[in-house]
């Protein structure tokens, strides 16, 4: 699933970027992805998967992405 339409990113490239990051920064990976750089409508979601208060698992099957 896309979270991030401006940068074609996707729930899956987040939690890899995340998983992949020695500190995990949320801005840097953000900055990193293009996430939330442009209209900024995917940063709630994108904090919710990858930020320091996370609410979901990245912990997903290859079907939900
Ligand atoms: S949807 Fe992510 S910056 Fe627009």
């Known amino acids: 699933m896309y ?3 401006c ?3 996707t ?4 939690c ?3 998983a992949a990051s020695a500190d995990g920064d949320f801005r840097e990976l953000c900055r990193q ?9 995917c940063a709630a979601a994108a904090r919710a ?4 208060d996370r609410q ?6 290859p ?3």
């Open 63 to 65: 079907a939900s992405d």
């Open 7 to 9: 940068a074609a990113v």
């Open 49 to 52: 998967i990858i930020g320091p």
């Open 3 to 5: 979270v991030c339409v």
């Open 33 to 41: 992805l293009g996430v939330a750089q442009q209209c900024g409508r």
């Open 16 to 18: 890899e970027s995340s």
């Open 56 to 61: 979901t698992t990245c912990a997903r099957s």
């Open 11 to 14: 729930e899956r490239q987040l």
